[in-house]
């Protein structure tokens, strides 16, 4: 499991770094600024994410306004986080070299068939597909948890939300590829700090 520090501004990047996260993500649709200026570190992967309003993030423009504005990034990515409604510019994200983190954020937990049929289309286009839903009870956790851990090839699970709270822990233990943590400033309802989520893969291990 991989720490993925996601920032709303770009002032943190540097304390961020040292934090010992994995990866930061950048949430672009959250600020303005170059990305020359911007990806300054080396020693620490970046992750772009130009989040749409659909999902929970500021972004309202169409597809293409949204390769615009992300392909100047894909110089210094490891991963561009691509939703669906994007997805027909993930080959031109993979041939300059930047995997793609293909993504969904849901409003509630589908049933087991609807997750598995969500994994596959995401893959489709993605490397790693990420699917973030939101649990309403212990079942709903237990079938994200469940697709998890049969899963086969890389995946990225979490869930939002403040109640079960505690399944961004347990998605990592059940084999999610990346946790999702804030340093100050959360960009999902529920999100560990660094700090707190470090502290418990440590106790844990």
């Known amino acids: 499991m991989k720490t993925v520090v996601a ?3 770009p002032a943190d990047i540097d304390a961020a770094a040292d934090s010992g996260a994995d990866y930061i993500e950048l949430r672009i649709d959250l600020f303005n600024a170059e990305p020359k200026e911007v990806c300054q570190r080396d020693d620490v992967p970046f992750i772009i ?14 597809p293409a306004e949204w390769w615009k504005i992300v ?6 990515a490891a991963y561009i986080d691509i939703e669906q409604r994007f997805s027909a510019y993930a080959h031109e994200v993979q041939t300059r070299g930047v995997g793609v983190i293909a993504s969904l954020h849901l409003p509630d937990t589908p049933d087991t068939d609807t997750l598995y049929a969500c994994e596959k ?6 490397d790693i597909p990420k699917i ?29 939300g403040t109640e079960l709270r505690f399944g961004r822990v347990l998605t990592g233990l059940f084999g999610s590829e990346m946790v999702y943590c804030h340093f100050g400033t959360p960009t999902a309802e529920g999100q560990y700090h660094i700090e707190e989520m470090r502290e418990i893969i440590r106790l844990l291990e």
């Not at 994410?49 to 169409?62: D, I, P, Y």
């Not at 649990?135 to 049969?150: F, Q, Y």
Request: charged share 20%; glycine share 10%; hydrophobic share 35%.
């Open 71 to 76: 392909e100047p990034w894909c110089l210094y």
């Open 7 to 9: 920032l709303t501004r």
């Open 49 to 62: 994410t130009l989040r749409s309003s659909a999902e929970g993030g500021k972004f309202t423009g169409s």
């Open 121 to 126: 289309s995401l893959r489709a286009y993605g």
């Open 132 to 160: 973030i839903t939101t649990p309403h009870s212990k079942e709903d956790l237990l079938r994200l948890l469940a697709i998890t851990a049969a899963t086969e090839g890389p995946v990225s699970t979490g869930t939002m």
